[in-house]
C-alpha cells in the first residue's frame, strides 16, 4: 500500500482505510484517506472503473478466481488509487 503525504490543510499525516470486502457483497466499504481536520478523499464510481479498465487492458480478472469476490490484488490497487488520488491533491506538503 502506498504511503499518502501529509494533510494540505493541517500538516498532519491522515489515517487510511483500505477497502474492505463484506461477505455477502451488498456492504462493502469503499477506500479513503482522511484527516482529522476534515480534509478526505474517497473511491467514487469513476476511479473505480478507471482501476476496473486498467485491470481489464492488462488481461488480468479484477476476481478472486474461482469466486465472485474481488480479488485482493484488485482491491489493493483501489485503495492504492485513493492514496495516490489523495497525494495529487495534497502535493508538496512535506
Known sequence: MMDANRCRVCGRFPTVTPYDQSVDGNHDRAASVKCRCGNE???DWYLYIEVER??????RSIYAEPTAYLS????DALTDAVVDK???ENGGVE
Open 86 to 88: 489523495w497525494n495529487r
Open 72 to 75: 485482493r490484488e484488485f482491491t
Open 41 to 43: 478523499v474517497y473511491l
Open 54 to 59: 486498467t485491470f481489464r487492458e492488462r488481461g
